[in-house]
């Protein structure tokens, strides 16, 4: 499964994305990583959530999406989102 973390400021409901990732274990990964960062984000007023992108056959068709998700947000705001520290920098 390819999803994105989001994240929005003082819960104003403006979402905007925070990283993406790839799980192979279902929902699990992806909430337990929100958790943390809701705990982390409190002082700075973030909230933390989290979105399926899609499921995919195999690993390499998830990282190629995941990958692609990443370029499309680079161009779009010239660069790499907040949270994705390994895979694009």
Known sequence: ????????????????????????????????????????GRPYRMFFTWNTIGWYRNRWEAERIEWALIMIYYMRHGHCPPGQFFSCR
């Not at 999803?3 to 929902?27: E, Q």
């Open 1 to 40: 499964m390819v999803y994105a973390i989001l994240y929005t400021k003082d819960n104003n409901g403006v979402l905007r994305t925070w990283k993406y990732d790839i799980s192979t274990n279902g929902a699990s990964p992806p909430q337990s990583q929100v958790n943390v960062l809701n705990r982390m």
